[in-house]
C-alpha cells in the first residue's frame, strides 16, 4: 500500500476515534448538567439578579498583550500557509515533474527525427 493512502486512512481513522470521544463526552456532560439541574434553587424573594460589572463587549487591545499582541494572529496565518505547502508543494514533486519534462522533451525529439 502507498505510503499516502497508509497516512490518510491513519488520519481519517485518528478523526473519527477523536469525534467518537468528544461525542461521548459531550453527552456525558449533558447528563450530568440534566441530573444536577433538578438541584438548583431559586434565589429568594426580594433578591436582585448578580449584577455584570463592566462595560459589555470590552476586549483588551492585543488579546491581553498588548503591542505584542498582533503576532499570533500573524504567527497563526503563517502556519496555515506551512500546513498547507507540507501538504502540496514537496520536493518529491519537483523531481517527478522534471523527469516527466525531459521525458515529454525526448518523445519530442524522436518525433521530430522519424
Not at 16 to 40: D, F, H, K, M, P
Not at 58 to 79: Q, V
Amino acid at each position: 500500500m502507498d505510503r499516502r493512502i497508509l497516512a490518510i486512512v491513519l488520519a481519517l481513522v485518528a478523526i473519527a476515534v477523536a469525534v467518537g470521544i468528544g461525542t461521548q463526552l459531550y453527552q456525558a456532560g449533558v447528563a450530568r448538567g440534566l441530573a444536577e439541574s433538578g438541584q438548583i434553587t431559586p434565589r429568594p424573594e426580594g433578591v436582585p439578579p448578580y449584577g455584570y460589572y463592566g462595560p459589555y463587549g470590552y476586549h483588551p487591545f492585543g488579546f491581553g498583550f498588548g503591542f505584542f499582541g498582533f503576532l499570533f494572529p500573524l504567527l497563526f496565518f503563517f502556519l496555515i500557509f506551512a500546513l498547507f505547502k507540507g501538504l502540496f508543494w514537496r520536493p518529491w514533486g519537483w523531481y517527478r515533474l522534471e523527469e516527466w519534462h525531459r521525458k515529454a522533451h525526448e518523445s519530442q525529439q524522436q518525433g521530430q527525427k522519424m
